[in-house]
């Protein structure tokens, strides 16, 4: 894995960025509320079936977790108190924003770039959570889960997002922490950056050969 990148903004018109793992460390958040609302039933669960829904719809990840838990404990019950537990840390506390994120954003902005959000979250939340971090006005464009048909790794909300700015896909950059995240905006045709968040990209992902750091501050601009 490269230590260091060298991205050249001038081959990029726009650049776009997942939110969650990405932008924001609330992926740890959202497992240990998860984690948290099971113990209620004395229940751990499965990681190895959590990380399947990093980067998907809510609906899409809530059917995964579904199949995958044990069919004695009461899912619908669980996701009632992960839910108002992690909109509780939302409502109510700091969101933590990712390592080097504020410097890359002010960089990128200062050099007259144009910069979205492609996120799989509901637009509500996605916005909710841009605004208390601060970082709502560096986008043009906020493109959420509830906005698009078919979620990530489809490359649907990249190619609308590319429309919004103006921009072809092709001069586009994406930032990406999840495994469908960079499926969907290297199916877009954008090159993409992963970021390494919770996990590590598989084998399948490895061999699309697009760049993989782990944080911002291992990328330089020219």
Same mark, same amino acid.
């Given at each position: 894995?490269?230590?260091?990148?060298? &991205?050249? $903004?001038?081959?990029?018109?726009?650049?776009?960025?997942?939110?969650?793992?990405?932008?924001?460390?609330?992926?740890?958040?959202?497992?240990?509320?998860? !984690?948290?609302?099971?113990?209620?039933?004395?229940?751990?669960?499965?990681? +190895?079936?959590?990380?399947?829904? $990093?980067? !998907?719809?809510?609906?899409?990840?809530?059917?995964?977790?579904?199949? +995958?838990?044990?069919?004695?404990?009461?899912?619908?019950? =669980?996701?009632?108190?992960?839910?108002?537990?992690?909109?509780?840390? &939302?409502?109510?506390?700091?969101?933590?924003?990712? #390592?080097?994120?504020?410097? =890359? /954003?002010? /960089? /990128? #902005? !200062?050099?007259?770039?144009?910069?979205? &959000?492609?996120?799989?979250?509901?637009?509500?939340?996605?916005?909710?959570?841009?605004?208390?971090?601060?970082?709502?006005?560096?986008?043009?464009?906020?493109?959420?889960?509830?906005? =698009?048909?078919?979620?990530?790794?489809?490359?649907?909300?990249?190619?609308? =997002?590319?429309?919004?700015? +103006?921009?072809?896909?092709?001069?586009?950059?994406?930032?990406?922490?999840?495994?469908?995240? &960079?499926?969907?905006?290297?199916?877009?045709?954008? !090159?993409?950056? #992963?970021?390494?968040?919770? %996990?590590?990209?598989?084998?399948? %992902?490895?061999?699309?050969?697009?760049?993989?750091?782990?944080?911002?501050?291992? %990328?330089?601009?020219?």
């Amino acid at each position: 894995m490269d230590d260091k990148v060298t &991205v050249k $903004i001038k081959l990029h018109e726009a650049f776009i960025f997942d939110m969650d793992g990405l932008l924001l460390d609330t992926e740890r958040i959202c497992w240990e509320c998860f !984690r948290k609302a099971c113990s209620e039933f004395s229940y751990e669960p499965d990681f +190895g079936i959590y990380k399947k829904c $990093i980067g !998907r719809k809510p609906e899409e990840g809530n059917l995964i977790l579904k199949q +995958g838990f044990d069919p004695f404990i009461p899912f619908d019950a =669980v996701h009632l108190i992960w839910n108002e537990l992690y909109r509780n840390f &939302v409502e109510n506390e700091a969101i933590p924003l990712k #390592q080097g994120v504020k410097a =890359v /954003l002010n /960089l /990128l #902005q !200062r050099n007259g770039n144009k910069l979205a &959000v492609a996120t799989s979250t509901e637009r509500e939340l996605a916005l909710k959570k841009l605004n208390r971090s601060g970082l709502i006005d560096f986008f043009e464009f906020v493109a959420s889960g509830d906005q =698009v048909k078919n979620s990530k790794p489809d490359p649907e909300i990249y190619l609308s =997002v590319a429309k919004l700015l +103006g921009v072809k896909p092709e001069k586009c950059m994406a930032f990406e922490d999840s495994d469908s995240g &960079v499926k969907a905006a290297h199916s877009a045709g954008m !090159r993409v950056i #992963q970021i390494i968040d919770m %996990i590590y990209p598989g084998d399948e %992902i490895i061999k699309l050969n697009h760049t993989i750091i782990k944080s911002f501050d291992d %990328i330089s601009f020219e």
